[in-house]
C-alpha cells in the first residue's frame, strides 16, 4: 500500500487562521461585559513617518495576531460592582437533571437541565448557533421535554438494536419550530444511554468555506485536515470510555508513523488528533472501525444536513464550486445517511437548518421527504441524479411549528426565574422591577403562534414595550 | 243628469207597471237586455268604490280612508286628553323622520296619473297622521301608535330604515354562527376581519362513583384512608384549559405573515389592552399597503369586533385610541421641494469670519 505522503498533491489551499471560527466559550455563563484581549492599551500606537510628501504612500499594514482565546470572555462577577449589573440578584436556575431515566409521557411539558460533566457532549461538540445564543443568557442551559421530544427518543432506543439504514431520519419544519434543540436532545440522550455520539452542530462550518481544505487523489475528494482534527478531538474527549473498549482490525499507515492492527481505538483517535496531517485517514479509518462493531450504537448527528446536498462555497483551481459530495467528510456524512453505508446499530439523523439563504434545502431532497417543493416545479426541472440517489431512503421527521400551551408556560417560566424578562415593570420602592405576568405569556405566545423561537428571542427577549 | 233621469224614473214607475206599452224603446237599444230585464236596470255590478265616478277612485279612496283615520286618532288622543297639547309637551314630541313615496312611486303603485297639487294634499295628511302617530308614541298608547302605523306603512319607502340610517354607524351584525364582520383602514391598506369566539371545550363531567358500579372481572382495590393531618384545608385549585388566539392573515399564520415582532404587537394590543387574549379566533383579509398599514389595518378592525362582541370594553379601546382609524395619511409631494416637506437646496450663508 503506497505510502499516503506520496499521494498527497504539492499545492494545497490554506485559508488564513485569522478566519478559522473561535471554540466554543465555556457554556453556562451569564450575562458579562465583554472584553477584548487585545483592548487593554496603554500607549498610543506610532504614525509611521511619511517621507515622500508628494504621494503620501500607505503604511503597511499591522499583521493580526490570530486569537489564540476567543473574543468573546465575560468579565469575572467580582468586577460587576455597579448596581445596573444587579450582581447581588442573579439567579442560578434549579431544575431537575436531563437523563434518560426520566424520559416518559410524564415529563411531556418539564424543563431539564443539561448535565454538567466535563465529557458532556453538548460541551465538547459544541451547539447550534440558536441554542448558543440562550444558553449565554440562561444560568443553566436547559431544554423544555415536547411530545416530539419522547417519540424520537422511542425511535432511538428501537434503533439502537437496528441497522443504521433502518433509521435515517431528517427532522424538518417551518423556521424556529425546534429542529435543533430536539436533534441536540437527542444527541444528549443517546451519549447518556452509552452510544458512540458524532454530533456536528453547525453543519454549514463544512461547506461554507471556513475550514482549509486539500484535494486527495487517492480518494478523489477534498480532506479537510483541520476540520477533521477538530471532530477527532472532540469525538475523543466524549467518547473515550467506549472507544477503549475497542480495537482495530488492521494496521493503519499514517504519515511518519503507523498504528498497529489490535490496537484499541482510542490511540489511533490521539494519532489523528496529534498530527492534523493525518486527520482525514484517521477520522474515515475510525468510521470504518465504527460501522464494523456492533457492540455499541452509534448516532451519527449532522445539523443543517441539507447543506451536504449540494453545492458548497468551496472553489476549485478552476474557479468551479464544488459540490458537497466531493469533499470527504459531507461525503461520508452523506454515504450513511443515503444507507450505502451503515451501521450494525444505530441511526442517522439530520436536522434542517433555514437560516443560511444559500444552503436551502434542494428539491432532490424535498421529494424524497415528501415535502412541498421549494418552488413551484414541474417534471421538467432538473434533478442531479447523484443527490437523488444520496437522499434515496430517507424518512421525514416532522417537528410539530407550536408548542402546546403547557410546554411554552415551562418555558415562560424558566425565563422569568433567571429573572432575564424586561417585560412586566412595576413600581416597586421607587425602583421598577420586571414582574411577568400571565398577560404577557398569552399575548406573547399568540404573537408567536406557538413558534418556539418566535415566542422566546423574537418575542420575549426581543419587545420593547414594558407594560 | 243624474239627478234628472232618477227622477224620470221615480215618476214613471208606478205608470210603468200597469202599461208596460206607454214607454217606448228602440230594438237597438234592447240587445243587450235579456228577456225580462229592465234596460236601464243593467246587469252590471255596481261599481266597488263610491268615487268610480271621480275617475280616480284609488287616490279618492286613499284621502278619504286617511281623513277617516285622522278624525278617529283626534277623537282618540283628544279623550285621552293628549290634544290639544300645551307648548312644552309639544317640544318634547321628537321631530319627524319620515321617507315617504314619491310621486312617481304612488303613479307606479295606483296606475294612474297623479297632479302634483293631489300629491300634496295626499302628504299634507300623512305629515299630519304621522305627527298624532308620534304623540301617541311618546304618550306610550302603543295600540293607536301601531294601528297608525299599520295605515302609514302602505305609503312609505321600503328601505326607510336604510334611509335614516344612511351616514350613521351601522351596528355590527352577527350571523348565524356568532362571527362579526368588520372593517378596518389604514394609509392605503384595508383588512375585512371576522372574529368568532373560541369555542370551549365541555368541563368533563365528574366520573360517577358507584358502589355497585364494577363488573365481575374488575376486583376493587382497598381505598386507602389518608392518614396525613393538616392544620389548614388545602384544596389544590383546578388546572385551567387555556386557550389561545389563532389569528390566520390571507391564509397564513399571524407569525408567518408579519415577520417583524412591532407588526405582530399590533395585531394583538387589542386583545391585551381588553384583556381577551385567548377568547376569540380571528380571520383576516388584507390588501394594500405596507406590514405596518395592514397590520394598523387588522388592529382597527379587531378593535371593533371586540367592541361588537363585549360591548363592556368599548371605552378601554376608546381610551387606547383603538378604535379610531387613523387619519394620517402619506401626503403630497409639492412643486420646488424634494419631497412633501423636504426643500430642495439647503440655505447657505457664507460668513466671514471674524477675527
Known sequence: MPSLATTRCSFRFTVPLSRSRPCLPPIGQTRGYVVRPGDTRKTALKTPQIRNSFKAKHAPASKKKAFATPPYTPMPTNQLTKSIFKTGERVELELPTFSPKVM?????????????????????????????????????????????????????????????????????????????????????YAAHSDWIVLYIPRGLSLVDSSRDYAYDLRTQTYLQPEFSAQ????????????????????????????????????????????????????????????????????????????????????????????MAQHLAIPRMILQYASGKKAFPR?????????????????????EALGLPPPRSTGPYAKRSSDIVDFARGLQNL?????????????????????????????????????????????????????????????????????? | MNVVRNAV?????PALRS??????????????????????????QPPESPNFYTGRAEYYDSLNDLETSIQHTRAALTSLQLLPLPAFARAAIPPAQHVWQTKQDIIQRMRMTLSTTRYRRLIKLLNQLDQYRRIADVAGVDVLTERIEGVLSVFEKPNKEAILAHGKKKPVAFDDYGRTYTIGRRKTS???????????????????QNADGQTADEEVLPQMESTVVSAIEYIPPKPVKVTSTNIVINNRPLVEYFPQLADRERVILPFKIAGLVGAYNVFSIVRGGGSTGQSGAISLGIAKA??????????????????????????????????????????????????
Not at chain 1, 444560568?139 to 411530545?147: E, I, N
Not at chain 1, 407550536?402 to 418555558?411: N, T
Open chain 1, 104 to 188: 416518559n409521557d410524564d415529563s411531556v411539558g418539564r424543563v431539564l437541565a443539561f448535565p454538567k460533566a466535563k465529557n458532556e457532549a453538548m460541551r465538547a461538540f459544541g451547539v447550534p448557533e440558536s441554542a448558543l445564543h440562550d444558553f449565554r443568557i440562561l444560568s443553566r442551559p436547559c431544554s423544555v421535554v415536547r411530545d416530539v421530544t419522547i417519540s424520537t427518543f422511542n425511535v432511538l432506543d428501537a434503533a439502537g438494536q437496528k441497522s443504521s439504514r433502518d433509521t435515517r431520519l431528517m427532522m424538518t419544519g417551518p423556521t424556529g419550530c425546534g429542529k435543533s434543540y430536539l436533534l441536540l436532545q437527542t444527541v444528549e
Open chain 1, 231 to 322: 471532530l477527532l478531538r472532540r469525538f475523543l474527549s466524549v467518547n473515550e470510555r467506549l472507544t477503549n473498549m475497542l480495537k482495530t482490525r488492521e494496521q493503519v499507515p499514517l504519515q511518519g508513523r503507523s498504528v498497529p492492527a489490535g490496537s484499541r481505538l482510542t490511540a489511533l483517535v490521539k494519532a489523528g488528533v496529534d498530527d492534523v496531517n493525518n486527520a482525514p485517514v484517521v477520522l474515515s479509518v475510525l468510521i470504518d472501525e465504527l460501522s464494523q462493531q456492533s457492540t455499541h450504537p452509534v448516532l451519527l448527528a449532522v445539523d443543517d444536513m441539507q447543506a451536504m446536498y449540494g453545492y458548497s462555497m468551496y472553489r476549485d483551481p478552476h474557479y468551479r464550486q464544488i
Open chain 1, 346 to 366: 444505530g441511526a442517522v439523523i439530520g436536522a434542517a437548518g433555514t437560516q443560511h439563504t444559500a444552503f436551502k434545502m434542494p428539491l432532490e431532497l424535498c
Open chain 1, 398 to 467: 416532522p417537528v410539530s411549528p407550536r408548542m402546546s400551551v403547557s410546554e411554552a408556560a415551562s418555558l415562560f417560566e424558566v425565563w422569568m426565574q433567571d429573572n432575564a424578562l424586561h417585560t412586566g415593570q412595576v413600581r416597586v420602592d421607587d425602583e421598577l422591577r420586571s414582574m411577568p405576568n400571565d398577560e404577557l405569556f398569552m399575548t406573547k405566545y399568540a404573537e408567536a403562534d406557538g413558534n418556539p423561537r418566535a415566542f422566546v428571542r423574537n418575542g420575549l427577549l426581543a419587545t420593547q414595550s414594558t407594560i
Open chain 2, 9 to 13: 224614473h221615480n215618476a214613471l214607475r
Open chain 2, 19 to 44: 202599461r208596460p206599452y206607454a214607454t217606448y224603446v228602440p230594438p237597438a237599444s234592447l240587445k243587450e237586455v235579456g228577456p225580462g230585464q229592465r234596460p236601464w236596470l243593467s246587469s252590471r
Open chain 2, 190 to 208: 384595508t383588512a375585512r376581519v371576522w372574529t368568532i369566539a373560541v369555542q370551549r371545550p365541555p368541563e368533563e363531567p365528574v366520573e360517577e
Open chain 2, 306 to 355: 371586540l367592541a361588537a362582541h363585549v360591548p363592556d370594553v368599548e371605552p378601554l379601546l376608546q381610551k387606547a385610541k383603538l378604535l379610531r382609524r387613523d387619519p394620517r395619511m402619506v401626503e403630497r409631494k409639492k412643486t420646488n421641494r424634494r419631497k412633501a416637506r423636504a426643500a430642495v437646496r439647503r440655505p447657505c450663508f457664507h460668513r466671514l469670519r471674524r477675527y
